[in-house]
């Protein structure tokens, strides 16, 4: 019913930036929040950047003042700029959706696929 398809990652130098998109499509009347998270090897998923309908956001301790979430409403899609990457950014990155499928329905969460970054020299 409802798809988040995930575009942007790849390999980047330490210092470099990336921009990660996600898009989703499919049966929605609302998205309550959209957010990004990752999962590194061995390690377990953690959120990463997430931003709420009324625009506000939340970031993870370790990519304050290097990453900035934003969304497009009307696109119903979130972008995620990353600068000043670091190794320890390297990651399968996530991303999530909170929505509705009518005005009635409960809210859902939905997954993307996955998009691997990678920082290295």
């Known amino acids: 019913q409802v798809q988040l398809v995930e575009s942007g990652g790849g390999l980047v130098q330490p210092g470099g930036s990336l921009r990660l998109s996600c898009a989703a499509s499919?049966?929605?009347?609302?998205?309550?929040?959209m957010g990004w998270y990752r999962q590194a090897p061995g390690k377990q998923r953690e959120l990463v950047a997430i931003?709420?309908?009324?625009?506000?956001?939340n970031y993870a301790d370790s990519v304050k003042g290097r990453f900035t979430i934003s969304r497009d409403n009307a696109k119903n899609t979130v972008y995620l700029q990353m600068n000043s990457l670091k190794s320890e950014d390297t990651a399968v990155y996530y991303c999530?959706?909170?929505?509705?499928?009518?005005?009635?329905?409960?809210?859902?969460?939905?997954w993307g696929q996955g998009t691997q970054v990678t920082v290295s020299s």
């Open positions: 499919g049966s929605i009347f609302s998205i309550s929040a």
């Open positions: 999530n959706a909170v929505l509705k499928h009518t005005i009635a329905s409960p809210s859902y969460n939905y």
């Open positions: 931003i709420i309908s009324d625009g506000s956001t």
